[in-house]
Antibody, heavy 121, light 113 residues
Framework: QVQLQESGPGLVKPSQTLSLTCAVS??????????WTWIRQPPGKGLEWIGY???????YSIPSLKSRVTMSVDTPKNQFSLKLRSVTAADTAVYYC?????????????WGQGTLVTVSS | QSALTQPASVSGSPGQSITISCTGI?????????VSWYQQHPGKVPKLILY???KRPSGVSNRFSGSKSGTTASLTISGLQAEDEADYYC?????????????FGGGTKLTVL
């Protein structure tokens, strides 16, 4: 059974860096059938796709976050990570990691439980 | 503001059918215009209920169906049940083939009266 689990600080100070890791079990981040993605949801608001990383290390993030986002994949540990720099209160959200289908890009079939990250001093 | 537009809310009585629209789907065709739909109950993780416009993952009720016409996709829920009350999001590709990315619609809150 494929499972994803996010981990990282639940509280980050403004201007600092948000760092999250998604541990994958039951599948390999090296699988060519999938890509690994981050999605966030501010409290009371809708879902926002942040970006993805592929097994090769190729990554993409949405233009509004691109200058602040770094994504990486750690094959030996079977996990992938998100770093978001210079955070503000607007980055407060539940952050989900999810598995995306390489052929059907909008198909996210496995999700982590989500982790709430609050940006506050 | 999302590139995919959904109604903010819809409602229906038990047993009825409702349809949620999602406009702004890419007209490029192929993988660029495929749509998935997600159901999210309060405080819960989003759940995939439809992909490739109209396909259902294993275990999803056949009361959920999807369609697409041009740049508008639709999710229909028939035989409404209380448990269907949730937020629903469409997801697809937005932007140009060279610089686009995945995007979710703004979400639709379904109330079962």
């Amino acid at each position: 059974q494929v499972q994803l689990q996010e981990s990282g600080p639940g509280l980050v100070k403004p201007s600092q860096t948000l760092s999250l890791t998604c541990a994958v079990s039951g599948d390999s981040v090296s699988s060519g059938d999938y890509y690994w993605t981050w999605i966030r949801q501010p409290p009371g608001k809708g879902l926002e796709w942040i970006g993805y990383i592929y097994k090769s290390g190729d990554s993409y993030s949405i233009p509004s976050l691109k200058s602040r986002v770094t994504m990486s994949v750690d094959t030996p540990k079977n996990q992938f990570s998100l770093k978001l720099r210079s955070v503000t209160a607007a980055d407060t959200a539940v952050y989900y990691c999810a598995r995306g289908d390489s052929d059907v890009w909008s198909l996210f079939d496995r999700w982590g439980q989500g982790t709430l990250v609050t940006v506050s001093s | 503001q999302s590139a995919l537009t959904q109604p903010a809310s819809v409602s229906g009585s038990p047993g009825q059918s409702i349809t949620i629209s999602c406009t702004g789907i890419s007209s490029d065709g192929g993988m660029y215009s495929l749509v998935s739909w997600y159901q999210q109950h309060p405080g819960k993780v989003p759940k995939l209920i439809l992909y490739e416009d109209a396909k259902r993952p294993s275990g999803v009720s056949n009361r959920f169906s999807g369609s697409k016409s041009g740049t508008t996709a639709s999710l229909t829920i028939s035989g409404l049940q209380a448990e269907d009350e949730a937020d629903y999001y469409c997801c697809s590709f937005a932007g140009s083939k060279t610089s686009g990315h995945m995007v979710f619609g703004g979400g639709t809150k379904l109330t079962v009266l």
